[in-house]
Nanobody, 122 residues
Framework: VQLQACGGGLVQAGGSLRLSCAASGLTFSTYGMGWFRQAPGKEREFVAAISWSGGTTYYADSVKGRFTISRDNAKNTVYMQMNSLKSDDTAVYYC????????????????WGQGTLVTVSS
């Protein structure tokens, strides 16, 4: 299984980025998918998740209204549109495929991508 995340970069506060995560080696359309992030010196935290069908989405309070998660099962890809970025959003962002359980705990995800760095300058 491979999850290849991309789309990170350096952006000014208030700007936007779109992350992508391409999956291979698994039946993508049967997995819930999530995005987590880890800032320097902090624990990995939940950002957003989407059900296997795309019909249900979940967001951390800190990103609600600014970030949008979506997926294209025909392309085996999950996306996260990030708008109105803040310096607090600076982190390495990871995509993950969920085994079972909740959508909010890292332990419920069995496959992880390598991460993509998002840096927001103020």
């Amino acid at each position: 299984v491979q999850l290849q995340a991309c789309g990170g970069g350096l952006v000014q506060a208030g700007g936007s980025l779109r992350l992508s995560c391409a999956a291979s080696g698994l039946t993508f359309s049967t997995y819930g998918m999530g995005w987590f992030r880890q800032a320097p010196g902090k624990e990995r935290e939940f950002v957003a998740a989407i059900s296997w069908s795309g019909g249900t989405t979940y967001y951390a309070d800190s990103v609600k209204g600014r970030f949008t998660i979506s997926r294209d099962n025909a392309k085996n890809t999950v996306y996260m549109q990030m708008n109105s970025l803040k310096s607090d959003d600076t982190a390495v962002y990871y995509c993950a495929a969920r085994y079972s359980g909740t959508y909010f705990q890292a332990r419920d995800y069995g496959y992880w991508g390598q991460g993509t760095l998002v840096t927001v300058s103020s």
